[in-house]
């Protein structure tokens, strides 16, 4: 290499190098304002991050591997109601009593992530808070770690999401439990009686007569009294035991660790003698019974077995004539079932046409011209044929049907005579009488329901004779005298059936503005006999002493037809004139009737159609 060479090689390399450390200087200082700037950035992090901690509306706390509170935020501290500087220092398990239990650590916590949870705080001065907490867990500068926990007071929703619950879970008119967790109860009780080896017993409570409580008192008095049972229940109800509303006016006693089955009924007895004592209701005086259904489970019942039975229990208590406690036996469930078939077909039977009404004609035995019927019902059974009303209305009361029967029979009876007088095949005057319940007579929307109905069918008000007994009337004298008074009011007129058989005094009997006296059988059939004629004889003056009509009921013999005469009754009605005959028969029955008593003209118009008439009438 020549020495020009030389030189040029050691000028370039030394201009090299000087580049280089030029270059290394300049990236040197670039370097260092990077550090800088970075570290100028955590810092102003930090202060972000400090601001963020100190200022935030999230009660915020550090906690140690012990769970001490190494730092905290102001909303946490006032959240706990503790000076921040004592909040520092402290285990957090000892500012929220009702949060933790024993003293929390940290050190086998993920050393990543989060978790949340809820949690129920009691502070030291005693308010409790239920909160939402999250949790995340890091490794402090030291390598140890550490909890940080955000807190928000969820005690709002908490309270509603529990009252919604509750409301779930709870009937809302008592507050007892519902259907829905007294089923749940049950099973954790029949669960528990296994492992124990005690029964578990079901006691099942229905208010007797509670709809004519309602009806005749108000809706709202029929709450009252569901709130005032349901107190004097829970008043007596054992501490393990659960006490619910089953629905309407039924509640169950749920009791738990029986040692033999006649536990329970002794219990039942004890409630069942409690509830005898009136409740006092506003300013009035209420006195009720209750039908008790008692059954003891075995090793094998179900939540639904065990309720079903105590059902079939009271079931039966309210057959044999409520106010009574029946205990379950096995036998039963063939009896009730054949009770619940009957029950079905009654209510099919009503709205699907198997009921059918007979007339009886009411004569005046000084004119022997028939001048109403008596509606009385049957029931076309599909098994067992016609069924008179004595053979199902028991049955119909017990089921709270005889209001949904006294309605078809009214709107059936009530077509049919307008359609008779308007085929002018009954006199002019003809009336028809409608038997009603003791319920209607409790009842304030009785009378509109009639009114109601005679202005759909077309039938003029005064054809309408309503027949009432006299226990019913004596049930609730003024409200059935306001009942009476409406009815007349628009034209109706009201009987009171079978006399004699009640406890009415004549004093009672002049305050209650009825038409007509129908006055019993049992006195009818004594009528030849000297004792039976002189107390129809008086009861027929006094009928007539009150301006009441007096219709004499069981006749059925000519001979006491004539005695009646000669006594001074007005009307008659029995076999004696005519049975109880369906519509299609009965007209026939009347005509010839008129034409044994000398009555040439009949009972039809010669220019009315000769359509006979049936069931489809109507």
């Given at each position: 290499?020549?020495?020009?060479?030389?030189?040029?090689?050691?000028?370039?390399?030394?201009?090299?190098?000087?580049?280089?450390?030029?270059?290394?200087a300049?990236?040197?200082?670039?370097?260092?304002?990077?550090?800088?700037?970075?570290?100028?950035?955590?810092g102003?992090?930090?202060?972000?991050?400090?601001?963020?901690?100190?200022?935030?509306?999230?009660?915020?706390?550090?906690?140690?591997?012990?769970?001490?509170?190494?730092?905290?935020?102001?909303?946490?501290?006032?959240?706990?109601?503790?000076?921040?500087?004592?909040?520092?220092?402290?285990?957090?398990?000892?500012?929220?009593?009702?949060?933790?239990?024993?003293?929390?650590?940290?050190?086998?916590a993920?050393r990543?992530?989060?978790?949340?949870?809820?949690?129920?705080?009691?502070?030291?001065?005693?308010?409790?808070?239920?909160?939402?907490?999250?949790?995340?867990?890091?490794?402090?500068?030291?390598?140890?770690?550490?909890?940080?926990?955000?807190?928000?007071?969820?005690?709002?929703?908490?309270?509603?999401?529990?009252?919604?619950?509750?409301?779930?879970?709870?009937?809302?008119?008592?507050?007892?439990?519902?259907?829905?967790?007294?089923?749940?109860?049950?099973?954790?009780?029949?669960?528990?009686?296994?492992?124990?080896?005690?029964?578990?017993?079901?006691?099942?409570?229905?208010?007797?007569y509670?709809?004519?409580?309602?009806?005749?008192?108000?809706?709202?008095?029929?709450?009252?009294?569901?709130?005032e049972?349901?107190?004097r229940?829970?008043?007596?109800?054992?501490?393990?035991?659960?006490?619910?509303?089953?629905?309407?006016?039924?509640?169950?006693?749920?009791?738990?660790?029986?040692?033999?089955?006649a536990?329970a009924?002794?219990?039942a007895?004890?409630?069942?003698?409690?509830?005898?004592?009136?409740?006092?209701?506003?300013?009035?005086?209420?006195?009720?019974?209750?039908?008790?259904?008692?059954?003891?489970?075995?090793?094998?019942?179900?939540p639904?077995?065990?309720?079903?039975?105590?059902?079939?229990?009271?079931?039966?208590?309210?057959?044999?004539?409520?106010?009574?406690?029946?205990?379950?036996?096995?036998?039963?469930?063939?009896?009730v079932a054949?009770?619940?078939?009957?029950?079905?077909?009654?209510?099919?039977?009503?709205?699907?046409?198997?009921?059918?009404?007979?007339?009886?004609?009411?004569?005046?035995?000084?004119?022997?011209?028939?001048?109403?019927?008596?509606?009385?019902?049957?029931?076309?059974?599909?098994?067992?044929?016609?069924?008179?009303?004595?053979?199902?209305?028991?049955?119909?009361?017990?089921?709270?049907?005889?209001?949904?029967?006294?309605?078809?029979?009214?709107?059936?009876?009530?077509?049919?005579m307008?359609?008779?007088?308007?085929?002018?095949?009954?006199?002019?005057?003809?009336?028809?009488?409608?038997?009603?319940?003791?319920?209607?007579?409790?009842?304030a929307?009785?009378?509109?329901?009639?009114?109601?109905?005679?202005?759909?069918?077309?039938?003029?008000?005064?054809?309408?004779?309503?027949?009432?007994?006299?226990?019913?009337?004596?049930?609730?004298?003024?409200?059935?005298?306001?009942?009476?008074?409406?009815?007349?009011?628009?034209?109706?007129?009201?009987?009171?059936d079978?006399?004699g058989?009640?406890?009415?005094?004549?004093?009672?009997?002049?305050?209650?503005?009825?038409?007509?006296?129908?006055?019993?059988?049992?006195?009818?059939?004594?009528?030849?006999?000297?004792?039976?004629?002189?107390?129809v004889?008086?009861?027929?003056?006094?009928?007539?002493?009150?301006?009441?009509?007096?219709?004499?009921?069981?006749?059925?013999?000519?001979?006491?037809?004539?005695?009646?005469?000669?006594?001074?009754?007005?009307?008659?009605?029995?076999?004696?004139?005519?049975?109880?005959?369906?519509?299609?028969?009965?007209?026939?029955?009347?005509?010839?009737?008129?034409?044994?008593?000398?009555?040439?003209?009949?009972?039809?118009?010669?220019?009315?159609?000769?359509?006979?008439?049936?069931?489809?009438?109507?």
């Open positions: 290499m020549n020495p020009e060479t030389t030189v040029i090689v050691v000028a370039a390399s030394s201009i090299g190098v000087f580049l280089a450390v030029v270059l290394l300049y990236l040197g200082i670039r370097g260092r304002r990077s550090r800088l700037r970075v570290i100028d950035q955590l102003h992090a930090k202060v972000t991050l400090d601001a963020a901690f100190v200022n935030s509306s999230m009660a915020t706390v550090v906690l140690d591997e012990d769970g001490v509170a190494l730092e905290c935020n102001l909303a946490f501290a006032t959240l706990v109601q503790q000076p921040q500087s004592e909040v520092v220092g402290r285990q957090h398990a000892d500012l929220v009593l009702g949060g933790y239990t024993g003293r929390q650590r940290v050190e086998n993920p990543s992530g989060s978790k949340q949870r809820e949690a129920r705080y009691k502070l030291e001065s005693g308010i409790e808070l239920w909160v939402s907490e999250s949790t995340t867990t890091f490794l402090g500068p030291d390598e140890q770690p550490r909890t940080l926990m955000q807190i928000v007071d969820v005690s709002r929703d908490r309270k509603i999401r529990d009252d919604l619950q509750r409301r779930v879970m709870h009937d809302g008119l008592t507050r007892l439990p519902n259907r829905a967790l007294l089923g749940d109860r049950i099973i954790q009780a029949l669960i528990r009686g296994r492992r124990t080896g005690y029964s578990t017993g079901v006691i099942l409570f229905d208010i007797d509670f709809k004519t409580i309602n009806d005749s008192l108000g809706h709202h008095i029929g709450d009252q009294v569901i709130r049972v349901a107190d229940l829970r008043a007596n109800t054992r501490v393990a035991d659960t006490l619910a509303r089953f629905g309407g006016d039924e509640f169950v006693m749920l009791c738990e660790g029986l040692e033999k089955p536990d009924l002794v219990l007895e004890r409630l069942q003698h409690l509830m005898r004592e009136p409740f006092e209701i506003g300013n009035r005086s209420v006195a009720l019974t209750l039908s008790i259904g008692v059954a003891v489970s075995n090793s094998s019942d179900t639904q077995a065990l309720l079903r039975d105590a059902d079939l229990a009271m079931y039966q208590a309210k057959e044999l004539g409520r106010d009574r406690i029946s205990m379950f036996a096995r036998e039963m469930r063939e009896h054949d009770s619940w078939a009957l029950e079905d077909q009654l209510r099919a039977a009503i709205t699907g046409g198997d009921l059918r009404l007979h007339y009886q004609a009411m004569m005046d035995v000084k004119t022997r011209k028939v001048v109403g019927y008596e509606s009385l019902v049957r029931w076309v059974h599909p098994m067992r044929g016609m069924l008179n009303p004595g053979e199902f209305l028991h049955v119909a009361e017990q089921l709270d049907l005889l209001t949904d029967i006294d309605e078809w029979t009214l709107r059936t009876a009530s077509a049919q307008a359609d008779w007088l308007r085929r002018r095949q009954v006199p002019a005057d003809c009336v028809i009488g409608v038997n009603a319940s003791a319920r209607n007579f409790v009842n929307a009785y009378p509109s329901l009639v009114k109601g109905i005679l202005e759909q069918t077309g039938l003029p008000p005064e054809h309408v004779v309503i027949e009432i007994t006299e226990d019913a009337v004596l049930s609730n004298t003024d409200r059935a005298d306001r009942i009476i008074q409406e009815l007349r009011s628009f034209g109706v007129r009201v009987a009171i079978d006399f058989t009640g406890y009415s005094s004549f004093s009672q009997l002049a305050t209650l503005e009825f038409d007509f006296l129908k006055i019993d059988q049992s006195f009818t059939n004594q009528i030849n006999e000297r004792p039976g004629r002189e107390i004889f008086a009861l027929i003056q006094m009928a007539r002493a009150l301006g009441l009509t007096t219709v004499i009921e069981g006749v059925e013999s000519e001979a006491a037809l004539a005695m009646l005469v000669e006594l001074g009754a007005d009307l008659a009605q029995g076999y004696a004139i005519a049975r109880p005959l369906p519509p299609e028969q009965v007209l026939q029955a009347t005509d010839q009737l008129a034409l044994v008593n000398g009555d040439v003209s009949g009972s039809s118009d010669d220019t009315a159609e000769s359509v006979p008439v049936t069931d489809a009438a109507f």
